[in-house]
């Protein structure tokens, strides 16, 4: 590897747990995503009430009791085999330990027990970490891993990236 080149391999192993979120996350869940300075923020309320109403389709990371990462998720309501991941973050500090892939599996494997079969999300043009982080993913499963226009900048009324969407799909679709 050379000097120029980032890695992301971790230097220790953390003791990670990880497990379903409850309404007491919610507000470290907005700290989490408040820190992160490259996430859209959301009201404090949203993460609470994401974490009363969506538990089952997210996930949190959670270090010496505190949380560190969390995902957050809904089954499609026009299509509920594909799981659509709305935000992952993990604390800056404990970034590089696999902590947001192993979230993404985890919330995979759990969703694929009641009948999901892909995962969706859409992602800024300029976010490299998280693009490579669900191609990470995709290639672990053995996903095709594709992407295509949804919003784009007009859609907004703010300054704001264009999103596209991108999809961890099964290559023959599952009867
Ligand atoms: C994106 C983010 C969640 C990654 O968390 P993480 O725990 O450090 O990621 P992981 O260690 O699990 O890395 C998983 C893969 O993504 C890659 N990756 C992670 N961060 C990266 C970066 N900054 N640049 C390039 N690749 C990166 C890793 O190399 C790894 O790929 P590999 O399996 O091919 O080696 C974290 O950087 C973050 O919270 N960013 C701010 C919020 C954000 O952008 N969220 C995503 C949009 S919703």
Same mark, same amino acid.
């Given at each position: 590897?050379?000097?120029?080149?980032?890695?992301?391999?971790?230097?220790?192993? $953390?003791?990670?747990?990880?497990?379903?979120? +409850?309404?007491?996350?919610?507000?470290?869940?907005?700290?989490?995503?408040?820190?992160?300075? &490259?996430?859209? &923020? +959301?009201?404090?309320?949203?993460?609470?009430?994401?974490?009363?109403?969506? %538990?089952? @389709?997210?996930?949190?990371?959670?270090?010496?009791? @505190?949380?560190?990462?969390?995902? @957050?998720?809904?089954?499609?309501?026009? =299509? %509920?085999? @594909?799981?659509?991941?709305?935000? &992952?973050? &993990? =604390?800056?500090?404990?970034?590089?330990?696999?902590?947001?892939?192993?979230?993404?599996?985890?919330?995979?494997?759990?969703?694929?027990?009641?009948?999901?079969?892909?995962?969706?999300?859409?992602?800024?043009? =300029? +976010?490299?970490?998280?693009?490579?982080?669900?191609?990470?993913?995709?290639?672990?499963?053995?996903?095709?891993? =594709?992407?295509?226009?949804?919003?784009?900048?007009?859609?907004?009324?703010?300054?704001?990236?264009?999103?596209? $969407?991108?999809?961890?799909?099964?290559?023959? %679709?599952?009867?």
């Amino acid at each position: 590897m050379s000097p120029s080149q980032t890695s992301t391999a971790p230097t220790t192993a $953390l003791a990670v747990d990880y497990r379903q979120p +409850n309404t007491d996350d919610g507000a470290r869940l907005w700290e989490i995503a408040s820190d992160s300075q &490259v996430l859209d &923020v +959301n009201s404090s309320y949203s993460y609470v009430l994401w974490c009363h109403d969506f %538990p089952t @389709t997210s996930i949190v990371a959670e270090i010496d009791g @505190t949380p560190v990462g969390f995902v @957050t998720g809904y089954r499609r309501p026009s =299509d %509920p085999s @594909t799981l659509m991941v709305w935000q &992952v973050a &993990v =604390d800056d500090t404990y970034r590089g330990h696999r902590i947001a892939a192993t979230m993404l599996h985890h919330l995979f494997d759990r969703a694929q027990r009641s009948g999901v079969v892909a995962m969706h999300t859409t992602i800024s043009p =300029d +976010n490299v970490a998280s693009q490579r982080l669900f191609a990470s993913v995709a290639q672990a499963r053995g996903l095709r891993f =594709d992407r295509r226009d949804l919003f784009d900048a007009g859609a907004f009324p703010d300054a704001h990236e264009p999103e596209h $969407l991108y999809m961890l799909e099964p290559d023959i %679709p599952e009867i």
